[in-house]
């Protein structure tokens, strides 16, 4: 999926460390991606997959409406693919651990969006900025997250 085209990246600093981080994107994007509009937004647009399942807590093979995790390093990745009849898409989260106890957390989006029905799809969520809010709500509940 890096071979996707580059939609945008968004980062935020942590407290803790890369351990620490792990468990607050883990539980954040566990969060984020169980909500329950999720599941008929996924029906509509023909995502796959259409429900969660999989081993908790994420690791690889896990499944949400949209998402399938790729890639799950403890303290350093965890990767998310997915698509829909509008959309082939990756989401990676990258932790950074930095020298002051704390941890830059970055998010990174890549997707396509083939024919007529994609550049409208693509128009609506990106254009609109409606993707960029929801990274950064993501990222911001997950920085204030307990850890």
């Known amino acids: 999926m890096s071979a996707l085209p580059y939609v945008d990246e968004h980062a935020v600093i942590v407290g803790g460390g890369g351990d620490e981080a792990w468990v607050r994107v883990r539980d954040g994007v566990e969060r984020a991606l169980?909500?329950?509009w999720l599941a008929g937004y996924a029906r509509i647009v023909g995502a796959e997959p259409r429900e969660a399942g999989g081993p908790r807590p994420l690791?690889?093979?896990a499944v949400f409406p949209g998402f399938r995790v790729v890639r799950a390093e403890p303290?350093?990745?965890l990767a998310l693919e997915g698509r829909h009849r509008f959309s082939v898409y990756s989401l990676v989260f990258r932790i950074e651990e930095l020298t002051d106890?704390?941890?830059r957390l970055r998010a990174e989006s890549r997707a396509a969006f083939p024919?007529?029905?994609g550049w409208v799809?693509?128009?609506l969520v990106i254009g609109s900025g409606g993707h960029a809010m929801g990274?950064?709500?993501m990222l911001a509940?997950?920085?204030g997250a307990a850890g």
Do not use: Q
């Open 135 to 137: 990274m950064r709500r």
């Open 115 to 117: 024919g007529v029905a």
């Open 141 to 143: 509940s997950i920085s």
């Open 34 to 36: 169980s909500r329950r």
């Open 75 to 77: 303290g350093r990745e």
């Open 59 to 61: 690791a690889e093979g």
């Open 101 to 103: 106890g704390r941890s």
């Open 121 to 123: 799809y693509r128009l």
